[in-house]
């Protein structure tokens, strides 16, 4: 039995990172099945969110802290800049992803098309037109960001690139993604790369 579980669903964006995170650093360890809301997932998390972490006797909840707790606490190759300016970039397109990308590209459109929609719920065609600008402007930022660069970290793959490139993934899933897309050649690039890793095809979510 292992140790180290992380406790939510494969599909989820946030759960995947948590994965991709121990993955990258070598870690084994087991993903138990809790969904969102459950009376497991909310002994472990006090908004019933996805993921927990449980590493032997301490829980922690919130995937920005999971995935540092990550880095810091397992050997394996370093998933945050060396430099404080580094880090602080990386911090930066972190914070895009959750308070500007997620909402409108999540929320606004993955969800009603992927999730809401085929569970019956009725789709507001107009929100999703009017989610796909702001998903677009924040894309753009990131697009802007990656010029030059390999990684959201510069030449170092970083706890950015986990946060962003499970978002990333869905959004190519729904008819607007050529659009939000369009024009934006190094988020393109990146996400080939990305998708290349080792990691991120072991920890690949099923869909359907």
Partial sequence: MSEVKVFGVPQSSYTWSARLALTEKGVEHELVISPPRSEQQSARHPFGKVPALVHGEHTIFETVAIIRYVDEAFDGPAL?????????RMHQWMGINDSYLYPSAIFGVVLPRLVFGPQGAPIDEGAIKAAVPKARQALKVLNDGLDGQTWFGGDTFSLADIT??????YCGFVPEGPEMFAG?????????????????????????
């Fill in 80 to 88: 945050q800049p060396a430099t404080p300016l580094g880090r602080a």
């Fill in 164 to 169: 962003l490139g499970p978002v990333l993934f």
């Fill in 184 to 208: 934006f050649g190094n988020l393109e690039r990146w996400k080939g790369r990305w998708l290349e890793r080792p990691a991120v095809q072991a920890t690949m979510p099923p869909r359907g």
